[in-house]
Nanobody, 128 residues
Framework: QVQLVESGGGSVQPGGSLRLSCTAS????????IGWFRQAPGKEREGVSC???????TYADPVEGRFTISRDNSKNTVYLEMNSLTSEDTGVYYC??????????????????????WGQGTQVTVSS
């Protein structure tokens, strides 16, 4: 059973930064497409960022220029670096994975229906 685990969430003031991590047991993230999603209170889950198996990175417009997705294959971890956080970034953040060689799977933004495995989520709260 593929299991994804997110960590790194927490409470931060507006303008602050957080780095989320997505790790996995029993499989190697390097060989999967990884997407980050978030769900704000009262809203639907939305795609935030994605990194394909070939390294293509995409970002949703609200986070473009502030968030960075990256892989550390030596640690079997995918990160989401989040800077200049605002209250609009508050929500539960999920990582998801799928094995797919399609170079366009992350474009224009990740969508839930494309991903097979999901983590339990980590809470991010941006508040003064």
């Amino acid at each position: 059973q593929v299991q994804l685990v997110e960590s790194g969430g927490g409470s931060v003031q507006p303008g602050g930064s957080l780095r989320l991590s997505c790790t996995a047991s029993q499989f190697t993230l390097q060989y999967f497409v990884i997407g980050w999603f978030r769900q704000a209170p009262g809203k639907e889950r939305e795609g935030v960022s994605c990194i394909s198996m070939t390294g293509v990175r995409t970002y949703a417009d609200p986070v473009e220029g502030r968030f960075t997705i990256s892989r550390d294959n030596s640690k079997n971890t995918v990160y989401l670096e989040m800077n200049s956080l605002t209250s609009e970034d508050t929500g539960v953040y999920y990582c998801a994975a799928v094995w797919d060689l399609n170079a366009n799977i992350c474009t224009p933004v990740p969508t839930e229906d494309r991903f097979q495995y999901w983590g339990q989520g980590t809470q991010v709260t941006v508040s003064s």
